[in-house]
């Protein structure tokens, strides 16, 4: 199993960016998919969840409304298009697989750093 | 969505067992048995130790134990190495149908 995260940089505040998560070495269709962060010196905190299909979405209330999670089956990808962005999202982002539902994440990606700056 | 509460730190010997709590409410652990751990190393992802309560993932080391109580998961560790000192993590599915972390316990190994 493999998720390789790609997208973080530096962003100013009020700004925009799409992360994506490629996933290989298992069936991407059958996997419900996690966005989780961790800042700096922080615990994890999850932000977003998706089911197999893509029907299904749930989100974190501090991301509410301005982080969109998606997926592509086709392409086994996984993305998040996060806008509005402020100081406090700044981290490290993981997706994670959540094999069998009830949030348990047995695979993480190595994380794409998001740094939210002036 | 409010953290689970996690001591900051706890430390012990090689060859002792530890245990950590991870307090939540009524609406996240004490609601269902969607309790999970999670270590982490430095500069590392998390590795999930234990699902379900009790449960681990296939291959893991059995020195990792986890029990519940009411609003209150535990963690234990049982013949502690010097590779067991980490961040550890409990996480809960939550009955609004999302999922919170706590804020983790460092682990020092003596």
């Known amino acids: 199993v493999q998720l390789v995260e790609s997208g973080g940089g530096l962003v100013q505040p009020g700004g925009s960016l799409r992360l994506s998560c490629e996933g290989s070495?298992?069936?991407?269709?059958?996997?419900?998919m996690n966005w989780i962060r961790q800042g700096p010196g922080k615990g994890p905190e999850w932000i977003s969840y998706?089911?197999?299909?893509?029907?299904?979405?749930f989100y974190a209330d501090s991301v509410k409304g301005r982080f969109t999670i998606s997926r592509d089956n086709a392409k086994k990808s996984l993305y998040l298009l996060m806008t509005s962005l402020a100081v406090g999202d700044t981290g490290v982002y993981y997706c994670?697989?959540?094999?069998?539902?009830?949030?348990?994440?047995?695979?993480w990606g190595q994380g794409t750093p998001v740094v939210v700056s002036a | 969505q409010s953290a689970l509460t996690q001591p900051a730190s706890v430390s012990a010997s090689p060859g002792q067992s530890i245990t950590f709590s991870c307090t939540g409410t009524?609406?996240?652990?004490?609601?269902?048995?969607?309790v999970s751990w999670y270590q982490q190393h430095p500069e590392k992802a998390p590795k999930l130790l234990i699902y379900?309560?009790?449960k681990w993932p296939a291959g893991l080391s059995s020195r990792f134990s986890g029990s519940k109580s009411g609003n209150t998961a535990s963690l234990t560790i049982s013949g502690l190495q010097p590779e067991d000192e980490a961040d550890y993590y409990c996480?809960?599915?939550?009955?609004?149908?999302?999922?919170?972390f706590g804020g983790g316990t460092r682990l020092t190994v003596l």
């Open positions: 070495g298992f069936t991407f269709t059958d996997s419900y």
């Open positions: 994670a697989r959540d094999q069998y539902g009830g949030y348990k994440f047995d695979s």
């Open positions: 996480a809960s599915y939550t009955h609004s149908a999302t999922m919170v």
């Open positions: 998706i089911s197999s299909g893509g029907h299904t979405t």
């Open positions: 009524s609406s996240d652990i004490g609601d269902h048995d969607f």
């Open positions: 379900d309560v009790t």
